[in-house]
């Protein structure tokens, strides 16, 4: 069975229902629900008696195994296991399912070469543009048209690496979802 990494964004509110805290936070679990639970408790623990949590699931930071291979199939590899493992210097365990071992959501080695071929993706035939990709120091990513006019993807994490991650596998959905 295997665990995966779930981020939430939580909110608390005290009985007057104003909002005394907020972020994002990340669980592990076998599924959805028992990451939620598990952080649910954690941050219920820190509470005063009258607080109540809420919390949102990030929807894109669902299943890293799930987002790392639409990243490899984005980057065009067709046998994963052989192809990841030569791209990467030999780094990969091939007995073990390789999406598992993908490290696009923990490196920058893996990640930008992706950030590279977005950048190099003319998503509409018509215009001079690719896409541009911003970095933002304030833990975001920004991924557009040259002008913002056709489409606009924001991510933001916890950490800058995770925010452009989160960009990358939003316009890997957008981007399949327009060329089809």
């Not at 069975?1 to 229902?17: A, D, L, P, Q, T």
């Not at 076998?30 to 990030?58: F, H, M, P």
């Not at 192809?83 to 390789?98: E, P, T």
């Amino acid at each position: 069975m295997n665990i995966y990494r779930y981020e939430f964004e939580y909110k608390v509110y005290n009985s007057n229902g104003l909002e005394v805290d907020k972020g994002i936070e990340t669980s592990k679990g076998y599924d959805e629900v028992r990451a939620e639970n598990y952080l649910r408790t954690r941050l219920e623990e820190g509470c005063q008696s009258d607080e109540e949590v809420e919390l949102k699931l990030i929807p894109s930071f669902v299943k890293y195994t799930d987002a790392n291979k639409l990243i490899a199939e984005f980057m065009g590899l067709d046998s994963f296991k052989d192809s990841l493992a030569s791209l990467h210097q030999g780094k990969i365990n091939v007995d073990v399912d390789v999406y598992e071992q993908a490290q696009y959501h923990t490196s920058w080695d893996w990640l930008m070469p992706v950030v590279e071929k977005i950048e190099n993706t003319n998503l509409f035939p018509t215009t001079e543009n690719a896409v541009n990709v911003t970095i933002g120091a304030t833990l975001y990513c920004l991924i557009q048209d040259n002008y913002g006019e056709k489409f606009e993807i924001v991510g933001q994490g916890k950490t800058k690496l995770l925010s452009v991650y989160q960009a990358v596998v939003e316009f890997i959905n957008f981007y399949n979802k327009n060329n089809k």
